[in-house]
Structures are given as structure tokens and as C-alpha cells.
């Protein structure tokens, strides 16, 4: 091999590796990035309807509990459906379970002065849930026996197996003056009664007890006799 051959086959291979390593070697590869994880969120769990809990938990028939007016979450609806029936057939162990302190000292005196006989007689109960003042949860039951009807309230707090009913108390003649949305009707009435029972008024009493005020009454009419007060329209019926 000649000398210029020789120089060219050099220049060859410096230029190869020159070009081979002047980029700094091996080629570089880039990790791939890593994928964003996707969470699904999880369907909340249908809430049963009314009637779906009556039959799975037996619940007396004469119960009506429009599914609009019931609490939006499932133990909530249990434990009033089974308040209310444990109530209807005076179920003393449940109810100890589900009264307040107060309450529970009360019932052995009302199952003995005839709360069963007065069960049997109830043809119907109407469930109505709302708020009182303070925010707090309440439940009333229209109790329909016969052609008349009885209603009481009662606040009820806690959760689930734990929920406590606590009674309210009921002045006389009360169902024949609530109207409108029955349990807000209530604590006004309640309201106002408080009001008057601070007025040095003679005719408070009357107030107090549900009645009008006689001596005005009187006044009013010529001063014939107060005829009965009127019966109330009952609970709607059902879809209504």
C-alpha cells in the first residue's frame, strides 16, 4: 500500500470515529411518562322506596308514609317505619330501645292504662317528617280511629340503629286547628301560645287549651253557646 492510500484509509477511520463518539456515545432514550391514573367513582347505592322497605321489613299496613315527605337516606326511613310499627303493636321492648329517657318512664304507665286497645282501634297513621325551629328533625303521626283523629310529634336524632324519639307536647283540640304544612303549622301555634301565656289576658287560659276565647265568642254571636269545633279533613289519601 502506498503512502497516500495509507493516509486516506487514516482519515477514514478517524472520521468514523469522530462521528461514532463526538455526540457522546450510546444514544440516549427517553423513559416513557408515566399514564394518569383514572378513578371511577362509585354509583351511590339506591335508596329503597317506602314501600320496597314496608315488605322487606314487615311493617304493619295501616302505616302511610308518602314517599316525598320521607328522609332522603335509608336508615332514617327504617327507623321511623319501624318506630311507627313497633308503636301500633306496642312492642315495649322496641320502644324502650327507640324512646328518650323522659319517654321510657312514661310508657309502662301508658300501656297500663290501655295503649294496646287504643292501637287496635287505629285504622290508619300518616307519617309527616319536617324541622322544627331549631333545625332539628321531627316526625308527626295522624292516628285515624274511627272518624276522628289524633295527631303527636315527636324530634328524633342519632343514625341508623341509634336514632331517638323524643315526644312533643300536644295541647288539646290541636288537630282542629292545623292546616297548611302541618308539623311548621305547629311550632307557630306553639309560638304563639308562649307569647300569650306572658299577657296578663283572663282569657288566656282559654287559648292555652285550644279554645277561643269564650267571653269574646259571646260577644260575638249574641251570646248564644259555642257549637263543637270543626272535625278536621283528614289525611290526604294516598297519591294526594
Given at each position: 500500500m502506498n503512502l497516500s492510500k495509507k493516509f486516506t484509509v487514516l482519515a477514514l477511520i478517524s472520521s468514523v470515529t469522530f462521528f461514532g463518539f463526538g455526540c457522546g456515545g450510546e444514544e440516549?432514550?427517553?423513559a416513557p411518562k408515566p399514564k394518569a391514573r383514572t378513578v371511577v367513582a362509585k354509583p351511590k347505592p339506591k335508596i329503597k322506596t317506602v314501600d320496597a322497605l314496608k315488605d322487606e321489613l314487615t311493617i304493619d299496613?295501616?302505616?302511610?308514609?308518602?314517599?316525598?315527605?320521607?328522609p332522603r337516606d335509608e336508615p332514617s326511613r327504617v327507623a321511623l317505619l319501624e318506630f311507627f310499627n313497633a308503636l301500633l303493636s306496642v312492642d315495649?321492648?322496641?320502644?324502650?330501645?327507640?324512646?328518650?329517657?323522659s319517654d321510657k318512664l312514661e310508657l309502662d304507665a301508658m300501656v297500663s292504662a290501655g295503649l294496646a286497645e287504643y292501637m287496635d282501634a287505629v285504622s290508619r297513621v300518616d307519617l309527616k317528617v319536617g324541622l322544627d325551629p331549631a333545625g332539628g328533625s321531627c316526625v308527626m303521626g295522624i292516628f285515624e280511629i274511627g272518624m276522628e283523629y289524633q295527631v303527636q310529634l315527636w324530634n328524633f336524632s342519632g343514625k341508623g340503629k341509634n336514632i331517638t324519639f323524643s315526644s312533643l307536647s300536644i295541647p288539646p283540640n290541636l288537630v282542629s286547628t292545623?292546616?297548611?304544612?302541618w308539623i311548621e303549622n305547629y311550632f307557630a301555634l306553639q309560638a304563639k301560645q308562649a307569647e300569650i301565656a306572658l299577657q296578663p289576658d283572663a282569657g288566656a287560659s282559654y287559648v292555652l287549651a285550644g279554645e277561643t276565647d269564650r267571653a269574646a265568642q259571646s260577644d260575638d254571636d249574641g251570646g248564644g253557646p259555642s257549637g263543637p269545633p270543626k272535625r278536621p279533613g283528614g289525611p290526604a289519601a294516598p297519591g294526594h
Open positions: 440516549v432514550v427517553e299496613d295501616r302505616i302511610y308514609f308518602d314517599e316525598l315527605e320521607a315495649e321492648a322496641a320502644l324502650q330501645n327507640a324512646l328518650s329517657f292545623l292546616s297548611g304544612d
